[in-house]
């Protein structure tokens, strides 16, 4: 079998998938990448983030040219005006995403053309827990369903392996599934005379 | 102390908010909700959320008159064409927009006026994880700094207090540090035939 490693395959450049590869088993602080997000409370459920700069494969990023901006709200029975998804809403469409890139990159790598994919996703939640009501509830979802449809060129065990793969490989089902330490820390002061206390601020 | 319910404060209608509360100790049912998202795969890294309908209080809801549309994509270092935030990045602006929102309902119940809340949040990850090179790294952030700042009409200790309870209440928040269950199925065919195998999919 021959690769042909300079075929684009899904809108993934296979060539450059590989050639990422091995540079990063050469150089593995490349590996490293941080991800940020700033964000600005407009007013009541509506705030907007902003993304652009992230580090990554040793260095600062330049090649993004403009900001993503992310508006969130909540819809009128939960006391918003619908100035955006609402953030439960935003961490599915984070779920899917990923797992949607994951299993097309490895897709790609795996010579599977794909023709077709497409995910519905249900979060299921008693706002009791969120809103203070019971604590028997917790706030978050109790649990998330995907449901993939996928077309491609490979016989149906082939694209359930891919399924099966992107949930071993994706940052966000990872993140979503098992969870991640979140640190938070605040600087606080009062509008009228500016004095800003940095408590409980994190170091670095 | 006089309670002044009909008051908006942070632009939160706190007659609303607590009437709501009220409702739902009253008829817990409507404390049901679901929330949804649907994904579209484009091409490569760029694939694209819908989202609208939601279940909550008792019904489907009629009242959004337009569909969000949130985009997707990696930066060219991570083989995408910059279509989007990346889908790790979308979940740091859910988990901003969760504990914003959560801070500013929590404000407005508590009579605190706020002038400014903002946040920047940075996660830190190895992409050898999800890139599949090595097994001592996963595939998610490692860990997730979220640093607020906020300005109000109370004093240190009262803003600190509302950086807590948000912790306490948000539903990203819970997500992103404890996890949820997530079931993955999927239906697959050849583009040929079009023949659709349920191979694996959830019931009801």
Same mark, same amino acid.
């Given at each position: 079998?021959?690769?042909?490693?300079?075929?684009?395959?899904?809108?993934?450049d296979t060539?450059?998938?590989?050639?990422?590869?091995?540079?990063?088993? *050469? *150089?593995?602080?490349?590996?490293?990448?941080?991800?940020r997000?700033s964000?600005?409370?407009?007013?009541?459920?509506?705030?907007?983030?902003?993304?652009?700069?992230?580090?990554g494969?040793?260095?600062?990023?330049?090649?993004?040219?403009?900001?993503?901006?992310?508006?969130?709200?909540?819809?009128?029975?939960?006391?918003?005006?619908?100035t955006g998804?609402?953030?439960?809403e935003?961490?599915l469409?984070?779920?899917?995403?990923c797992?949607?890139?994951?299993?097309?990159?490895?897709?790609?790598?795996?010579?599977?053309?794909?023709?077709r994919?497409?995910?519905?996703?249900?979060?299921?939640?008693?706002?009791?827990?969120?809103?203070?009501?019971?604590?028997?509830?917790?706030?978050?979802?109790?649990?998330?369903r995907?449901?993939?449809?996928?077309?491609?060129?490979?016989?149906?065990?082939?694209? *359930?392996?891919?399924?099966?793969?992107?949930?071993?490989?994706?940052?966000?089902?990872?993140?979503?599934?098992?969870?991640?330490?979140?640190?938070?820390?605040?600087?606080?002061? *009062?509008?009228?005379?500016?004095?800003?206390?940095?408590?409980?601020?994190?170091?670095?």
């Amino acid at each position: 079998m021959t690769m042909s490693n300079d075929a684009v395959r899904n809108g993934v450049d296979t060539g450059v998938l590989f050639a990422t590869l091995d540079a990063i088993k *050469q *150089q593995p602080d490349l590996a490293r990448f941080q991800f940020r997000a700033s964000n600005v409370w407009l007013s009541g459920a509506h705030n907007r983030s902003t993304i652009r700069q992230f580090y990554g494969a040793g260095q600062e990023d330049a090649t993004r040219t403009v900001d993503f901006k992310l508006e969130a709200g909540e819809p009128a029975v939960l006391l918003g005006k619908d100035t955006g998804p609402n953030p439960a809403e935003a961490l599915l469409h984070a779920l899917a995403a990923c797992l949607t890139t994951s299993l097309v990159y490895v897709a790609a790598a795996r010579r599977v053309p794909l023709t077709r994919v497409e995910s519905t996703l249900e979060g299921d939640m008693d706002v009791r827990g969120a809103l203070g009501i019971s604590d028997a509830y917790r706030n978050g979802f109790e649990r998330v369903r995907v449901n993939f449809h996928i077309e491609g060129e490979a016989p149906a065990e082939r694209l *359930q392996e891919l399924v099966n793969r992107a949930q071993q490989r994706s940052a966000v089902f990872d993140m979503v599934s098992h969870g991640v330490p979140v640190t938070v820390t605040a600087s606080v002061a *009062q509008p009228s005379n500016g004095v800003t206390t940095a408590h409980d601020r994190a170091g670095g």
